[in-house]
């Protein structure tokens, strides 16, 4: 999904990816000549980031931030990324997500969200999100450009807990006011 957004000239300025992970998506913004930094929490994660950088030798930065205090970077980004962090926060968390968002993102800024999505059958695995959840959490501050169903890819290791090779999935693609 984020192929195609690079692909199409979506990507554009300063790159954030907020919960990088292992950092494919930072990768894919540096790859595509884009000035990319990522961030997560887990150590691990950043690590094995900064090793693929390496390898593929990309010019990118990986810092270990907890994306609640996104604000403590004290950058500004063109293009947020963010697959697979949103339904991860419960509703006490979510404004200060939203917020932290709000704070590094340049007026006029597009954010690219993919989170798990209530359409997807069961109940294990991540949090379903609805449709409305994602509106509600944008309301203020920001313009909902678009919220399209999506399917996540999943690897052998997950595929077996969703029933399938993806699960469903919300790309909202939404611009900072």
């Known amino acids: 999904m984020f192929q195609t957004l690079a692909d199409s000239g979506s990507l554009r300025g ?12 930072t990768l894919l913004a540096a790859a595509n000549g884009l000035d990319a930094t990522g961030v997560d929490s887990s150590p691990k994660a950043i690590a094995l980031a ?18 609640l205090a996104l604000d403590g970077l004290n950058e500004r980004f063109h293009t947020v990324l963010d697959s ?5 926060f419960d509703d006490a968390q979510r404004p200060r997500y939203v917020a932290a968002l709000h704070a590094v993102l340049v007026p006029g800024g597009s954010l690219f969200l ?23 959490s944008f309301a203020d501050g920001w313009k909902i450009d678009s919220i399209e169903p999506a399917q ?3 690897t052998e290791q997950f595929a ?16 900072r006011l």
């Not at 900064?50 to 994306?67: M, W, Y």
């Not at 077996?160 to 611009?175: C, M, R, V, Y």
């Open 152 to 154: 996540f890819a999943l």
């Open 14 to 25: 300063r790159v954030l990816d907020a919960g990088c992970g292992t950092g494919e998506h």
């Open 50 to 67: 900064r090793k693929k950088a390496a390898a593929r030798q990309l010019p990118v930065r990986f810092l270990l931030v907890d994306a």
């Open 114 to 136: 993919m989170c798990f999505s209530e359409r997807q059958p069961g109940t294990i695995g991540p949090r379903r999100v609805t449709r409305a959840e994602i509106e509600a």
């Open 84 to 88: 697979g962090l949103f339904h991860v």
């Open 160 to 175: 077996p807990t969703f029933g399938g090779a993806a699960a469903d999935a919300w790309l909202a693609t939404i611009t």
